[in-house]
């Protein structure tokens, strides 16, 4: 079996890798502190396809009560690209990196960021979670989330259900009824 080797700038890839290289996937963007928003914009005029999932906090200041829009990731912009096209995202000021190994940027799965964007639609309140390995595997089997997989914790009256991206090693807890769950 014969293998082909192409050359796309200072990248080799084998045949079978080209298809990574050129297929648009999901990548997370390291950025500077507190530039996530400002990030997001640029790519957005750079026509770069970019999510940053918020969430609503309220601050309590000595005179009133904020309410401000909080990136559930700090510290990272998700962008969908192919890899070719990766200097739209790396010459955005603010922008550190792709996250990934080896120097090679690594993509997020499809699920997650799909998880991500369902529960935020569909109005489920969600905020920044620790990162979970280990804890009660449930499947969701009804709602906006059916079908997912992951982890949940108690917390005061509720459940929480925890989506978790491997690759940055951050998690989300999002409330869910425990009528909703199955045991894995």
């Given at each position: ?6 050359s796309i700038?200072?990248w ?7 298809l ?5 996937r999901?990548?997370?963007a ?5 530039h ?22 309220v601050?309590r ?5 904020v309410r401000?829009?909080?990136?559930l990731?700090p ?11 990766r200097?739209?995202v790396?010459?955005?000021?603010g922008?550190?990196?792709?996250v990934?190994?080896?120097?090679l ?5 499809e699920?997650?960021i799909?998880?991500i964007k369902?529960s935020l ?8 979670h620790p990162y979970?390995t280990?804890g ?5 089997v009804?709602?906006?989330?059916m079908?997912m997989?992951g982890?949940i ?9 925890i989506i ?7 998690s ?7 009528a909703?769950l199955?045991?894995?």
């Amino acid at each position: 079996m014969e293998t082909q080797t192409v050359s796309i700038g200072s990248w080799e890839l084998q045949s079978g890798q080209s298809l990574d290289y050129l297929e648009p996937r999901w990548y997370a963007a390291y950025t500077s502190a507190n530039h996530e928003k400002r990030v997001a914009q640029q790519l957005g005029v750079r026509s770069v396809e970019q999510f940053v999932p918020l969430y609503e906090s309220v601050r309590r200041w000595k005179d009133r009560k904020v309410r401000l829009q909080l990136p559930l990731f700090p510290g990272y912009v998700f962008v969908r690209l192919a890899l070719r096209d990766r200097l739209q995202v790396l010459g955005v000021p603010g922008v550190a990196r792709l996250v990934g190994f080896n120097g090679l940027p690594s993509a997020l799965r499809e699920e997650e960021i799909e998880a991500i964007k369902r529960s935020l639609a569909c109005g489920l309140r969600a905020e920044p979670h620790p990162y979970l390995t280990v804890g009660r595997r449930v499947r969701i089997v009804r709602g906006p989330l059916m079908g997912m997989e992951g982890l949940i914790v108690r917390r005061k009256k509720g459940i929480r259900f925890i989506i978790s991206l491997e690759l940055i090693q951050r998690s989300v807890a999002v409330e869910i009824e425990a009528a909703d769950l199955e045991r894995v």
